[in-house]
């Protein structure tokens, strides 16, 4: 291949779960996982739209299963790293639409189409964080955390920029809630009733809590086929 033609890759150190939904369907009715973890995606309702797929706020969702490679990813000393690329049209089914999550973790929509929340769950109250980002455009959202409360709140990045995180509501104890039984689920939630409503691009998980300048690398070699 032609040195021109050449873009460098993401690392894949610590990647535990890939899709490019990007590329559409792998097969009938299934996005694959390119980390060869096996954590295929079965889609219903949503569809292929270039560069991801549109969710339209109705039942719209691609279910990953939870394999062990999946699960717990924020709970592992090493914490965990969550990189979507999303677009938001609207605050989803039941006004709070889910881009991705295992139950125990997730990322949703609130009362306002330009802030998002991320939260995981502890014995007691969840810990739930919140963050502006922009509407109607493709935006690069990176989630690093570790669920431990001497650490507390996640790094968040919006195309690739650290942003402000508010602490809507404080971990309740020192004690994480494992995510084991649950399916990772990316545009709904495992009731099928808090469906996205916009479009989700490419999705990467990795088993560690990535560093401020690895997030931006993701954002920086991604977001040529996002037009940002």
Same mark, same amino acid.
């Given at each position: 291949?032609?040195e021109?033609y050449?873009?460098?890759?993401?690392?894949?150190v610590? +990647?535990?779960?890939?899709?490019?939904?990007?590329?559409?369907?792998?097969?009938?009715?299934?996005?694959? !996982?390119?980390?060869?973890?096996?954590?295929?995606?079965?889609v219903?309702?949503?569809f292929?739209?270039?560069?991801?797929?549109?969710?339209?706020?109705?039942?719209?969702e691609?279910?990953?299963?939870?394999?062990?490679?999946?699960?717990?990813i924020f709970?592992?000393?090493n914490?965990?790293?969550?990189?979507?690329?999303? *677009?938001?049209?609207?605050?989803?089914?039941?006004?709070?639409?889910?881009?991705?999550?295992?139950? *125990?973790? +997730?990322?949703?929509?609130?009362?306002?189409v330009?802030?998002?929340?991320?939260?995981?769950?502890?014995?007691? !109250?969840?810990?739930?964080?919140?963050?502006?980002?922009?509407t109607?455009?493709?935006?690069?959202?990176?989630?690093?955390?570790?669920?431990?409360?001497?650490?507390? !709140?996640?790094?968040? +990045?919006?195309?690739?920029?650290?942003?402000?995180?508010?602490?809507?509501?404080?971990?309740?104890?020192?004690?994480?809630?494992?995510?084991?039984?649950?399916? +990772?689920i990316?545009?709904?939630n495992?009731?099928?009733? $808090?469906?996205?409503?916009?479009?989700?691009?490419?999705?990467?998980?990795?088993?560690?809590?990535?560093?401020?300048?690895e997030a *931006?690398?993701?954002?920086?070699l991604?977001?040529w $086929?996002?037009?940002i």
């Amino acid at each position: 291949m032609k040195e021109k033609y050449r873009k460098p890759q993401v690392s894949t150190v610590g +990647l535990v779960a890939h899709y490019k939904l990007w590329a559409g369907l792998t097969t009938a009715g299934e996005v694959f !996982d390119y980390t060869l973890n096996g954590n295929t995606g079965v889609v219903f309702g949503a569809f292929p739209a270039y560069p991801g797929f549109s969710f339209n706020a109705s039942d719209d969702e691609i279910v990953c299963g939870s394999d062990s490679s999946i699960d717990d990813i924020f709970i592992a000393g090493n914490g965990g790293t969550v990189s979507i690329w999303l *677009k938001v049209t609207g605050k989803g089914e039941n006004n709070f639409g889910r881009a991705i999550g295992k139950e *125990k973790w +997730l990322l949703r929509t609130t009362d306002s189409v330009e802030n998002l929340a991320f939260s995981h769950a502890f014995t007691g !109250d969840d810990g739930i964080w919140s963050f502006d980002i922009g509407t109607a455009i493709w935006q690069h959202i990176a989630i690093l955390y570790v669920a431990d409360r001497s650490i507390i !709140d996640p790094t968040v +990045l919006v195309n690739g920029i650290v942003v402000a995180v508010s602490e809507d509501q404080t971990p309740g104890s020192e004690d994480e809630t494992s995510d084991a039984a649950d399916s +990772l689920i990316i545009g709904d939630n495992a009731a099928s009733d $808090r469906a996205w409503r916009g479009s989700i691009g490419e999705v990467l998980l990795f088993d560690r809590r990535k560093s401020v300048a690895e997030a *931006k690398s993701i954002f920086e070699l991604t977001r040529w $086929r996002y037009k940002i």
